[in-house]
């Protein structure tokens, strides 16, 4: 079995940090965004995480609204960035025990790079990375776990998805793949109605998740 591993929420718990990135950007835009108007875009990459919550204030999206999150969240990171033990330490057990994992974000490479490196996290340690530079189409859509797949040598059918997000659930099935979600964003009775085929509470769960 192959590990997947999404990134904003699993591996680092960076959902207040994004938020908070575009609310400061929207605001140039006139637009006061609550939290909790995130939650449909969440998963679906920074153009829509943006996006969508401008659109439903009535501004068109534009490219350099998304250009502008990306700096402004790397600028905060750093410091904003809740400490997530968790997330280190799974990959170090899953690395000690010789099993091959992927990354695969929606995220941009600029992103990925900031999040991991304020989490200590080696870009090395992942035999394949997948990008939202590396897929058309966002998750809902498969692409991105079809990418990391195809990059980790392995048949979708022998990979199992670690996500957050309702989005990434419905990516990682529409990919042949196994899921199992954790609740970062999400409640677990929330995560249970898109049934995952495990839900979690902390990554270091994932050593006793057997899944057939």
Known sequence: MYYVFDMDGVLVRSASVTIHAAQLILE???????PEEFAPFIGAGEARF????AEAHGIPYE????????KKYAEIVGAELPPYPSGKKILETL??????????????????????????????????IASGEDAE????APDIFLAAAKR????????????????????????????????????RETL?????????DDLMELVAVTIE
């Not at 990925?112 to 340690?125: D, F, K, M, R, Y």
């Open 152 to 187: 980790l040598g392995a048949d979708p059918s022998d990979c199992l998805v670690v996500e957050d997000a309702i989005n990434g659930i419905e990516a990682a099935r529409a990919a042949g793949m196994k899921v199992v979600t954790i609740t970062s964003y999400f409640d």
């Open 137 to 140: 189409r966002k998750k809902p």
């Open 63 to 70: 490219p350099v609204m998304k250009e502008k999150l990306n």
């Open 95 to 128: 690395r000690e025990q010789g099993v091959k994992f992927a990354l695969a974000s929606s995220a941009d490479m600029m992103k990925i790079e900031a999040n991991l490196g304020a989490a200590g996290i080696p870009l090395s340690w992942f035999s394949a």
């Open 192 to 200: 249970e109605k898109h049934q995952p085929d495990a839900v979690i």
């Open 28 to 34: 140039e835009y006139g637009i006061t965004a609550e």
């Open 50 to 53: 943006i996006g969508g919550v």
